[in-house]
């Protein structure tokens, strides 16, 4: 699942968090932003693809998770460049450095997509554990506690979808 890391350059800034916490924490928040990017096209092909008896509530509820992500990805770049460094989200850098598997195109059940999609965020919620702790070791204590809230969110809405799961999916 890990790329590799490459060091972010490093702009001028009078932010006084230290500058390896401010290396450390750009490069985790540049890969959490390029895995929330890719959740959120996922989420959106579901959305847009889902087929079953209970499609609109899943569509629905897809909608306000794609939102949400939009948000965080929005956070987690702001702060790259609060720190000093360029928040990457073009569709190569997404393609060249997401951490989650290909969505599967030719997912159609719902069944099928939430499986596809739960699978996903529960990558996404361990990736931004570890940013947690990566972070907060790194003596960035502001973005720790960024990705302690969207650990919370992805977490709430892992169980959003498992609920919605056959039992054993």
Not at 6 to 31: E, F, M, Y
Request: hydrophobic share 40%.
């Amino acid at each position: 699942m890990a790329k590799a890391e490459t060091k972010a350059p490093v702009h001028r800034t009078r932010n006084d968090v230290p500058s390896n916490a401010k290396q450390v924490s750009i490069g985790v928040l540049q890969a959490c932003l390029l895995d929330t990017i890719d959740l959120y096209n996922a989420t959106r092909q579901a959305h847009w693809n889902v087929k079953g008896p209970s499609f609109i509530a899943i569509h629905e509820m897809l909608g306000t998770f794609y939102d949400a992500l939009q948000v965080a990805a929005d956070d987690q770049a702001e702060r790259i460049v609060q720190l000093g460094g360029q928040a990457m989200g073009t569709t190569q850098a997404i393609a060249g450095g997401t951490r989650l598997p290909a969505y599967p195109t030719d997912a159609v059940s719902i069944q099928d997509h939430l499986t596809a999609l739960a699978d996903r965020y529960a990558a996404v919620a361990k990736a931004l554990r570890a940013g947690i702790d990566a972070t907060d070791e790194a003596g960035d204590a502001d973005t720790a506690d960024l990705l302690t809230g969207q650990s919370r969110d992805i977490d709430k809405k892992l169980w959003m979808l498992e609920a919605h799961l056959e039992p054993g999916k």
